[in-house]
């Protein structure tokens, strides 16, 4: 091997060095994020929520106080809801149950936001994964979602998650339209992101999807539980 494509070879490695650091650190920082939203600013709501409850009791006999007191309290209500909607989508506290759990919660929340149908089958044992292995599945899960809500028009939806053995396969399943490109000029459908998570962790992406067959997302991977 020449001494120009050694470095060449050299500067590429570095460079998925340098992709995963920064990968890290961004979800390590999401974590942090998410978890001060949880406990800071959730701490605060109850807070407020509790003082408007005593500020009810107080104004029993003032109609249009009383009034006001149950808007407030539904104001907070809604404001603690959103606050628990966008802590779960930048981490959700699943992930650090596991990968079914955390599956399960993403598609329990696809099927409240959008009233589409959608089931996820696991089968095989719990994977044991390294956390950025556990956050790549989730994210390329998460924007296979969000492709398929903004793009397919599908009336049903599949996550599989199978192990067998030291091997992990997920297929995202829709029913909707399909695409009418091809997958490689499709970046601006999340896709290139979803194939760098598949390449840092050393997966197998592919896209299978064409007009009216609706798509598929295949992941295979190997479990990788090194923390």
């Known amino acids: 091997m020449s001494i ?64 006001k007191a149950d808007e407030m309290k539904r104001l907070v209500d809604s404001i603690m809801g959103v606050v628990r909607g966008v802590v779960n989508q930048i981490r959700p506290a699943a992930l650090d149950f596991g990968i079914v759990p955390a599956l399960e919660w993403l598609a329990d929340d696809f099927r409240r936001r959008t009233r589409i149908p959608c089931c996820l089958i696991a089968a095989g044992p719990e994977p044991s994964l390294s956390e950025m292995h556990a956050v790549g599945i ?14 397919a028009s599908a009336s049903q939806v599949e996550i599989r998650l199978t192990k067998s053995g030291s091997k992990i396969e997920l297929v995202v399943s829709d029913d909707g339209k399909g695409l009418d490109m091809p997958v490689r000029r499709l970046g601006s459908y999340g896709l290139l992101g979803m194939a760098e998570r598949a390449r840092m962790m050393d997966a197998h992406l592919k896209i299978d999807s064409r007009p009216g067959n609706g798509s598929v997302i295949k992941l295979h991977v190997q479990e990788d539980d090194r923390r």
């Open 4 to 67: 120009h494509i050694k470095r060449r070879v050299l500067a590429l490695s570095e460079l998925d060095d340098m992709s995963a650091y920064l990968e890290a650190a961004r979800e390590g920082e999401r974590k942090r994020i998410a978890m001060e939203m949880h406990d800071e600013l959730g701490q605060l709501l109850t807070a407020l929520r509790i003082e408007v409850l005593l500020l009810r009791q107080n104004v029993l006999e003032d109609l249009i106080a009383l009034q």
């Open 138 to 151: 989730f994210r390329i899960v998460q924007e296979s979602l969000t492709n398929i809500l903004r793009h």
